[in-house]
T-cell receptor
């Protein structure tokens, strides 16, 4: 079984500042991937970043990076230099069948 | 390639009626996923396919729900004897293989009255 927990229902960040979204998970898979997806209001879900669990190096994609702690089963997302367009619902997901967490609403203040 | 396509975009049905939704994945994508999402919540896993094979169906899912992917291309999700609690957005996603990026459709919004 797989479970994903996002403990922050809502986060706010000032434009140009940095914010970190938390995610913890549990999985019985030995080899798995983790994902962060973004869902803007009334728009489609899109991939932000992906991490392979067997890789120790944290994934980075432009202003987005992750802090992956495999032993702790933690997978947080850091957004640097936040922009107004980053405002959305962010979902953490894990595993072959993509089990999602409940999401974190990110608000960006100008 | 126009991405993942879902039809219809909106469906209003009376309680007790059957409904069927269609998903056309990105061509040559082997994996296809169905989720249900209610307002302010994360997508809830329903089922997924590898080509035409249904790999898993959520144990939380009622027997009123069934999905098919007969030729390994498009998929249908049927809900029989709809209930008001079935009102939600139904999302479909596809990926080229396991653990690769999943591309989502715009969803089908179901309202049961």
């Amino acid at each position: 079984a797989q479970t994903v927990t996002q403990s922050q229902p809502e986060m706010s960040v000032q434009e140009a500042e940095t914010v970190t979204l938390s995610c913890t998970y549990d999985t019985s898979e030995s080899d798995y991937y983790l994902f962060w997806y973004k869902q803007p209001p009334s728009r489609q879900m899109i991939l932000v970043i992906r991490q392979e669990a067997y890789k120790q190096q944290n994934a980075t994609e432009n202003r987005f990076s992750v802090n992956f702690q495999k032993a702790a089963k933690s997978f947080s997302l850091k957004i640097s230099d936040s922009q107004l367009g980053d405002a959305a619902m962010y979902f953490c997901a894990v595993g072959n069948k993509l089990v999602f967490g409940a999401g974190t609403i990110l608000r960006v203040k100008s | 390639d126009t991405g993942v396509s879902q039809d219809p975009r909106h469906k209003i049905t009376k309680r007790g009626q059957n409904v069927t939704f269609r998903c056309d994945p990105i061509s040559e994508h082997n994996r296809l996923y169905w989720y249900r999402q209610t307002l302010g919540q994360g997508p809830e896993f329903l089922t997924y396919f590898q080509n035409e094979a249904q790999l898993e169906k959520s144990r939380l899912l009622s027997d009123r729900f069934s999905a098919e992917r007969p030729k390994g291309s498009f998929s249908t999700l049927e809900i029989q004897r709809t209930e008001q609690g079935d009102s939600a957005m139904y999302l479909c996603a596809s990926s080229s293989s396991e653990n690769t990026e999943a591309f989502f459709g715009q969803g089908t919004r179901l309202t049961v009255v």
